[in-house]
């Protein structure tokens, strides 16, 4: 089992920043793919990003590509996700999740956390 805590999630404006933060306990967190994905009101969830076990791998969607960085420490068994020039569009609810390979597709992932929202104001 892995067990997977969002945190940093918050309420900005249009072109702030935040960091996003992912903690893993119980399974080797090293050996495990790692990524984003975000829910908006009345929206079906959506992939953000992700990245392989060494970090070497990384995937963005078009919508986030240049603006989010993810990354990962796994001495920490911590992922991130920096999100500079927030736009509204970006306001949801944002999960991690892991899984065997950085899949695109969240049904592909095994666990998820509960999530942060983030709220980006105009």
């Known amino acids: 089992q892995v067990q997977l805590v969002e945190s940093g999630g918050g309420l900005v404006q249009a072109g702030d920043s935040l960091r996003l933060s992912c903690a893993a306990s119980?399974?080797?967190?090293?050996?495990?793919?790692m990524g984003w994905f975000r829910q908006a009101p009345g929206k079906e969830r959506e992939f953000v990003s992700t990245?392989?076990?060494?970090?070497?791998?990384?995937r963005y969607a078009d919508s986030v590509k240049d603006r989010f960085t993810i990354s990962r420490d796994n001495a920490k068994n911590t992922m991130y996700l920096q999100m500079n020039s927030l736009k509204p569009e970006d306001t949801a609810v944002y999960y991690c999740?892991?899984?065997?390979?950085?899949?695109?597709?969240?049904?592909?992932?095994?666990?998820w956390g509960q999530g942060t929202q983030v709220t980006v104001s105009s």
């Open positions: 999740a892991a899984g065997a390979a950085p899949y695109t597709t969240g049904i592909r992932y095994d666990y």
């Open positions: 990245i392989s076990w060494s970090g070497i791998t990384t």
């Open positions: 119980g399974r080797t967190f090293g050996s495990l793919a």
